[in-house]
């Protein structure tokens, strides 16, 4: 991985004026490529064509791809460290969690989704040019069971948990879904699965109540929204999809029946690939515990079958990264090892346009008219040389909104 500095070369965001010229253009949303230019006013794309009338300030991209800005679904901004660190104070947090941001906007990321973190200053703090930042949307912390995977006690402790991330009952639940929305979340996440980290949960028993998954479900529904389940197993991502949970993270222990489920309810599944792959090759010097890499491995080698079963039952697959501290360098590998399975135009889509639509935003994630004028330039056709896509040695531009945020 390079050396750059993820505050190397990124500018703070405002609308703007832009022409794209002499570019292989890729829409995001499946389309073969075209060649062609695109005009940004005011932040927003008004024209595409071989021939757009060139604005004030003209890029010229010959020799180079032009897609979508990426947007990574599961981007965990406060995971400064992989284990442990569990008590650091908010200021260091923030900072870093900023510092992370800014590296996701490097790597050509123009929106996340924070589905375990965030808060409504963190995020102003973004909007407001604070800090370099993709755009930034975020649940707050995600909601589990007693013992289960937001569970942090060893099975050998007796301590009460007070943290209000672990929540039991229909009530509370409700309770909490509320709180969660007044404080600006995108969306609310709920573990119905164990997880490789968490210390007592097998991976594969589902996890609340149905009565406590539709409760959740009711309260975002009702408030324009919708429910992201952290669930691996065929059980558990059964049990959330059919009480309303709309986006499946990791779902990698599905089979074929459940993918069928999932296509049946219109659910999304967001693998996160890269996860299991940079632990299973770096976890073990950063003082992951033998039980999180054992189940690290039950994992690891099912995700890409996972994906494959959702695509051939036409289930709508996003892109997520669910990188914990120091493995954060990695995000982009996430796209390789989903290419493997969908090609490379595929998994473009994945982290474009479709990702768009699981967070309710038809403005981004595709390069059409009317959409946000978010833009990665790689180094060459990516057709030809995907590595351009997710090698971030190479050299590539980054526009969000209209503005070159990210230069080579």
């Known amino acids: 991985m390079p050396t750059i500095s993820a505050l190397d070369n ?10 794209v010229i002499n570019a292989v253009i890729i829409d995001g949303l499946g389309h073969d490529p075209v060649a062609g230019s695109i005009r940004i006013e005011a932040g927003r794309i008004v024209e595409i064509g071989t021939e757009v009338t060139p604005g004030d300030q003209v890029l010229d991209a010959q020799g180079s791809t032009v897609l979508p800005g ?13 284990t442990g660190h569990g008590n650091l104070p908010m200021t260091y947090v923030g900072l870093m969690g900023a510092r992370r941001l800014t590296g996701a906007l490097r790597r050509g990321f123009t929106t996340v989704r924070d589905p375990a973190g965030g808060d409504p200053a963190f995020a102003r703090a973004g909007r407001e040019g604070l800090f370099p930042s993709p755009r930034y949307l975020y649940t707050g912390a995600p909601m589990s069971q007693t013992g289960g995977h937001g569970d942090p006690r060893s099975p050998e ?3 009460c948990a007070h943290d209000t991330g672990i929540v039991d009952g ?8 509320r709180e969660r929305f007044r404080q600006g979340a995108h969306a609310i996440k709920i573990m119905t699965s164990g997880g490789v980290i968490s210390p007592s949960d097998p991976i594969a028993i589902p996890q609340y109540s149905s009565e406590e998954i539709r409760a ?9 929204s919708y429910v992201i389940a952290h669930s691996y197993s065929a059980d558990s991502v059964r049990h959330s999809v059919i009480n309303g949970v709309r986006s499946i993270e990791h779902g990698n222990l599905i089979d074929a029946a459940t993918a069928a489920i999932m296509a ?16 299973a090759r770096r976890a073990a010097d950063l003082g992951l515990p033998p039980v999180s890499m054992q189940k690290n491995d039950e994992v690891l080698t099912s995700g890409q079958n996972a994906i494959a079963l959702a695509r051939d039952a036409g ?3 996003g892109f997520g ?3 914990m501290g120091e493995l954060e360098d990695e995000q982009l590998g996430g796209l390789r090892l989903q290419s493997e399975v969908l090609g490379i135009l595929e998994t473009i889509r994945c982290a474009t346009s479709t990702n768009a639509d699981l967070i309710q935003r038809d403005d981004l994630g595709r390069l059409t008219p009317g959409a946000i004028g978010d833009l990665l330039i790689t180094d060459g056709n990516v057709l030809d040389d995907p590595a351009a896509l997710w090698d971030d040695s190479r050299p590539r531009t980054v526009i969000r909104s209209g503005q070159v945020v990210v230069a080579p």
Request: proline share 3%; net charge negative.
């Open 10 to 19: 990124v500018t703070p965001v405002a609308d703007s004026d832009l022409s």
């Open 216 to 224: 959740v479900v009711d309260e975002a529904i009702r408030r324009g």
């Open 321 to 323: 990264s669910d990188l």
């Open 157 to 159: 402790s007796t301590a």
């Open 264 to 279: 049946e309810h219109e659910a999304f599944l967001v693998p996160t690939l890269i996860a299991y792959d940079a632990m």
């Open 315 to 317: 289930v709508r697959i």
């Open 170 to 177: 229909v009530d509370n639940l409700r309770r909490e879904t």
């Open 70 to 82: 990426l947007i990574d679904a599961h981007c965990h901004a406060f995971a400064t460290h992989l």
